[in-house]
């Protein structure tokens, strides 16, 4: 089959209720957008959800799923329908209409310009979003942002557009645990962000529990960054200051207030001591798990976007790489730049 413009990553643990809402909503909105697919994502549900959505492929061929043997979570699902979506581009956004579809030609307009990643924020205004939740969002991401060694703005959601160079470099990663809002900006390509306001779920309860909340801060945080392992390094010198003060104070006390205990000086320089080389030693084997974790992640160490085979202009007189190489050989010595103040043009 030829392949899409467009796929959709449609993520769904028991949402048999919502599974054939959101593939009609999605099908009448992207009428004007060329051929899409629909690809589900049964994240072992225990209710018809599969069944809803084997229904719905035996009537559309542009529904194609995936499913799970148990519930291994969202960010496994999108993992498994970029690897299964076959489009120029593929959305992922969720099945519940929390993420609304009348987005989705903001999203395409701005791939259309040139963005590879468009990612959606959350306006919290006019959103039926509690203050609860709201609150513990931008908690969330003040936290990641410290910690981390990405930026990701408040309001972030796993409902996005992204290019199919981005899919086959995230494709090509194997981490085991993954945070898709925090992995596209990672990658570095350019990134435009559209507005949204959170949608109301149509039927159902919401999957996201406080522990699994938890769970997914948890691996944004420690999924992108080394930083709390260097925790131990900034908590030795803190420590290691607070124990030069002690050890002064003892013998200051022990020397002139005289109001010490036999012993209680060294004892308390001891502790100071050992306490700082103790944070120290553990930094130092955080630093090298930090870099441990690294390696064990795969991740290559840098991504092309593009090479001088890419380029119209260099390609306009040719394209191959000999004339590439004559237009090289043939600048002169006289061409050359004058040799800058302090540094000496080689033989």
């Not at 086959?168 to 559209?194: H, K, M, S």
């Not at 949608?199 to 420690?222: N, W």
């Amino acid at each position: 089959m030829d392949k899409p413009t467009l796929s959709f990553v449609l993520p769904a643990h028991n949402e048999a209720l919502n599974v054939a809402s959101i593939a009609a909503r999605l099908a009448g909105i992207c009428k004007s957008f060329g051929s899409f697919e629909l690809v589900f994502v049964d994240d072992g549900s225990d209710d018809d959800t599969l069944a809803a959505i084997r229904s719905l492929a035996a009537r559309d061929p542009a529904v194609r799923f995936v499913s799970f043997t148990r519930n291994f979570g969202h960010q496994a699902a999108l993992r498994a329908g970029l690897r299964h979506a076959r489009g120029s581009a593929v959305i992922v956004m969720d099945c519940d209409f929390e993420h609304p579809p009348e987005t989705v030609p903001l999203l395409v307009s701005a791939w259309q310009n040139g963005a590879k990643i468009v990612v959606t924020r959350r306006a919290d205004k006019g959103a039926t979003v509690s203050a609860v939740k709201s609150w513990t969002s931008r908690l969330f991401y003040r936290v990641l942002n410290t910690l981390g060694d990405i930026r990701i703005e408040p309001g972030s959601a796993d409902f996005m557009l992204l290019d199919r160079v981005v899919v086959d470099v995230i494709n090509a990663l194997d981490d085991q645990d993954v945070f898709l809002r925090g992995l596209v900006r990672w990658i570095g390509f350019p990134i435009a962000a559209v507005p949204y306001v959170q949608g109301m779920r149509q039927a159902g309860d919401s999957k996201y529990t406080l522990r699994r909340m938890v769970d997914f801060a948890v691996t944004g945080i420690v999924a992108h960054s080394v930083r709390p392992l260097r925790l131990a390094i900034y908590l030795a010198l803190s420590f290691a200051g607070i124990g030069v003060l002690l050890v002064v104070y003892s013998i200051v006390s022990f020397l002139w207030i005289h109001h010490t205990v036999a012993g209680w000086s060294s004892i308390m320089a001891v502790i100071a001591i050992l306490g700082a080389g103790q944070f120290l030693v553990l930094g130092i084997i955080g630093e090298y798990v930090g870099r441990i974790l690294r390696e064990t992640r795969r991740r290559p160490i840098y991504i092309v976007a593009a090479t001088e085979a890419d380029d119209p202009q260099l390609n306009a007189t040719g394209g191959d790489a000999a004339g590439r190489a004559v237009r090289m050989t043939t600048i002169s010595a006289a061409d050359a730049p004058p040799p800058q103040p302090g540094l000496r043009r080689p033989a």
